[in-house]
C-alpha cells in the first residue's frame, strides 16, 4: 500500500536538525510521493531544494496570504520563474486567511488573483489557503478561473464550501484535523466529498492527526487521515490509500513530462 502525502512543508524550520532522516524513514514507510508546499519566496526556494534532492518529492511555490506583510511586486516575478523549475508541480499555497490577517484583506485578493494569472501563463494548477474568507475565496475563484483548477489544502470542514468548490471542479484535500475528537462536521463533509475527488495530506510539521495531536507532525501518519475516511465511507484503507494516490497524480503530475512513478 503506497501514499502520495499532497501537501507537507520540509521546508520548515522544525525539520532543520533532521531532514534528511525524517525522509528517507517516511519513504521506507510506503509514502512515495510527496508535495512539498511553498508559502513565502524564501520557502518555495527551499521546497525546490529538497524536491530536485529526492526524486519523489515534487514542489509548488507562491506567497501566501500570511507571508505578504513585506510583499513588493517583484516577488511574484520571482515567483513565476521559480515555478518554472521541472519539479514544481503547483502554484501554492496561495489564497486568504481573515483568522489572522484581518488588516490587509484588499492585499490579500490583489496577490491571490495575481498568483492564479501566473498559475494559468504556465498552465498549473493552484493550492489554496482559505480560513475564515470561504466566500471572498469563492468569489475570486469564480471571477477568475484558474484553467487547471487546484485543490483546497487542508480544507475546512463547511459544507457550502465543499458544495462550491466541488461545483468549480476543485479536488478537496482532508488533513489531520478529520480525525479530532471535536471535529464537528468531519463525517458529513468527507461522506459529501466523492472519493474522485478527494486528496489527502498531512500539513506537517502541523495538525498531527490524533493520537498524535500535538505533537510535530510527519508524513508517515497520513495513514491515520486515510483510516478515517475509510472508516465513514465504510471502504478499506487500501482503497483510499488508491484513489487518492491516482487523484494527486492527476491534478499534480499529469501535465509533467516525467514518470509517475
Not at 481573515?98 to 490587509?104: G, L, Q, R, S
Not at 498549473?124 to 474568507?133: D, F, G, K, N, S
Not at 463525517?187 to 505533537?215: A, C, H, Q, W
Not at 507532525?217 to 486515510?226: D, G, L, M, T, V
Request: with cysteine.
Amino acid at each position: 500500500m503506497e501514499f502520495f502525502d499532497s501537501h507537507a512543508h520540509y521546508n520548515d524550520e522544525k525539520f532543520d536538525l533532521d531532514q534528511e532522516e525524517i525522509l528517507k524513514t517516511i519513504y521506507n514507510s510506503g509514502i512515495s510521493k510527496i508535495i512539498n508546499a511553498g508559502y513565502s519566496l524564501e520557502s518555495s526556494e527551499k521546497a525546490i531544494q529538497i524536491a530536485n534532492s529526492h526524486k519523489f518529492i515534487y514542489a509548488t511555490v507562491g506567497i501566501s496570504p500570511n507571508d505578504i506583510n513585506n510583499f513588493k511586486q517583484e516577488n511574484l516575478s520571482a515567483i513565476e520563474k521559480l515555478a518554472k523549475n521541472k519539479k514544481v508541480v503547483a502554484i501554492g499555497e496561495i489564497g486568504l486567511d481573515y483568522y489572522w490577517n484581518k488588516e490587509n484583506k484588499q492585499k490579500q485578493r490583489k496577490v491571490f488573483i495575481e498568483q492564479i494569472k501566473i498559475a494559468n501563463k504556465l498552465d498549473l494548477p493552484i493550492v489554496i489557503h482559505t480560513r475564515e474568507a470561504i466566500y471572498d475565496t469563492l468569489d475570486i475563484l469564480k471571477n477568475n478561473i484558474c484553467n487547471k483548477k487546484g485543490v483546497f489544502h487542508c480544507c475546512p470542514l463547511n459544507i457550502d464550501l465543499i458544495k462550491e468548490a466541488l461545483k468549480l471542479e476543485f479536488y478537496i484535500s482532508f488533513a489531520g484535523p478529520v480525525t479530532f475528537k471535536n471535529s464537528k462536521n468531519a463525517e458529513e463533509i468527507i461522506k459529501n466529498v466523492p472519493l474522485e475527488k478527494m486528496l489527502i495530506e498531512t500539513d506537517s510539521p502541523y495538525l498531527s492527526p490524533e493520537p498524535f495531536r500535538g505533537k510535530r507532525n510527519n508524513s508517515e501518519n497520513i495513514k491515520y487521515i486515510a483510516q478515517k475516511i475509510a472508516y465513514i465511507k465504510n471502504i478499506s484503507i487500501e482503497q483510499v490509500a488508491k484513489e487518492t494516490y491516482k487523484n494527486a497524480e492527476e491534478i499534480f503530475l499529469s501535465h509533467l513530462k516525467l514518470p509517475k512513478n
